[in-house]
């Protein structure tokens, strides 16, 4: 079996070093090469075609940002951001880095580790996002799955005279810039709160919301433990790192309690909360993402008669826990990303001002 080629793009030579020598111990992994800027990483991407690259935001004469658009735009590659940048303005490039199709981010080693917990972290991280398909996705072959029925369903048509309350959105792998996608498709002045799980852990979690109230018309934030859900109308409400987001009683709750799936948040803990309060009231999308957190969820919300909608594979950077919504029948539509958010405006009944009609 070939060995997976990865190229290591750091500015520092120490961290460099560390890298190289965690990735050289594994029998299964080649360096392919290294580079300490952001030009160079390009250069050696374009003649070398490495399966990984991993990356650093900060780098001299071209950023990894710049550096990540460009490899994204001529010859996608599987990147991992290896960063420490947990200020707010390198997290936002961090954001914006996901968004152009990094795969995924995880924190340069601290020398405060216990032996051996960060290299198992980064060699599987590294190994994970290999195996991710940036360059083509396959068409996805649904139409089995779309037309399964599912006993109690509405098929997404609230009962008459009655409004969508909520509408929720579960992503993990590729959420970042899926996520802006939907908000920028669903009219500003949304008159329906809109609640949304994302994978991603901290420290690169602490300012995703105000990273997303800037990337469309809506404003975003972190909910807050105990908030009433009509508080939330008109905004974009987060579940923050490390907490799961539940709505019990008409408000908003943070919880500490186990991870499901390995997850905190979790998306399942979002949908079957919405599923058991609103029923079909409520409309959920789970968009692009690794593992099967939200397909339960899902499941129960399209029980009740709400909305459930699952990414199609053709737009999804991982095709993962839209897959098991769909195997579950938990989705009731399977959508390109660009027809997600006309679906939920539809659902809700927005006009383009984003009013009820």
């Not at 392919?32 to 390009?42: N, S, T």
């Not at 991603?200 to 990337?215: M, Y």
């Not at 709750?253 to 058991?276: G, M, Y």
């Not at 029923?279 to 899902?298: E, W």
Request: aromatic content about 4%.
């Amino acid at each position: 079996m070939p060995k997976l080629r990865v190229l290591v793009v750091e500015d520092s030579k120490t961290v460099r070093a560390r890298i190289l020598e965690v990735l050289s111990a594994d029998p299964d992994i080649e360096i392919a090469g290294e580079a300490q800027d952001g030009k160079r990483a390009i250069e050696l991407c374009r003649e070398l075609r490495p399966d990984v690259i991993t990356l650093d935001m900060m780098l001299p004469v071209m950023t990894g940002l710049a550096a990540t658009e460009y490899i994204m735009a001529h010859f996608p590659t599987p990147i991992l951001i290896v960063s420490a940048s947990v200020n707010r303005g390198e997290l936002f490039r961090t954001y914006d880095a996901l968004a152009a199709g990094a795969v995924d981010v995880l924190e340069k080693p601290t020398g405060e580790e216990p032996a051996g917990v960060w290299e198992t972290r980064f060699i599987a991280a590294v190994k994970l996002v290999s195996r991710i398909k940036v360059i083509t996705h396959p068409r996805a072959r649904l139409g089995l799955f779309t037309r399964r029925p599912v006993a109690g369903a509405s098929h997404g048509v609230p009962p008459a005279g009655l409004r969508p309350s909520v509408v929720a959105i579960g992503a993990s792998t590729g959420g970042p810039g899926a996520i802006v996608d939907v908000l920028r498709t669903i009219p500003a002045g949304f008159p329906t709160p809109i609640l949304f799980v994302l994978h991603i852990g901290e420290p690169f979690g602490t300012a995703f919301a105000d990273w997303l109230d800037g990337q469309s018309s809506h404003r975003v934030s972190y909910a807050r433990d105990g908030e009433p859900l009509a508080s939330a109308v008109g905004r974009v409400v987060m579940a923050p790192p490390d907490k799961h987001l539940r709505v019990r009683d008409r408000a908003l709750w943070l919880t500490s309690e186990p991870e499901r799936h390995s997850c905190r948040p979790s998306v399942d803990i979002l949908f079957e909360s919405i599923a058991a309060e609103l029923g079909a009231a409520s409309a959920a999308c789970l968009l692009t993402g690794m593992g099967r957190d939200g397909a339960a969820g899902l499941l129960e919300i399209r029980r009740r008669g709400g909305l459930t909608i699952a990414q199609d594979e053709a737009t999804c950077v991982v095709y993962g826990m839209p897959r098991e919504a769909v195997l579950l029948g938990a989705a009731e539509r399977v959508l390109p990303l660009g027809q997600i958010g006309p679906a939920i405006s539809a659902f809700v009944g927005a006009t383009p001002d984003g009013s009820p009609s």
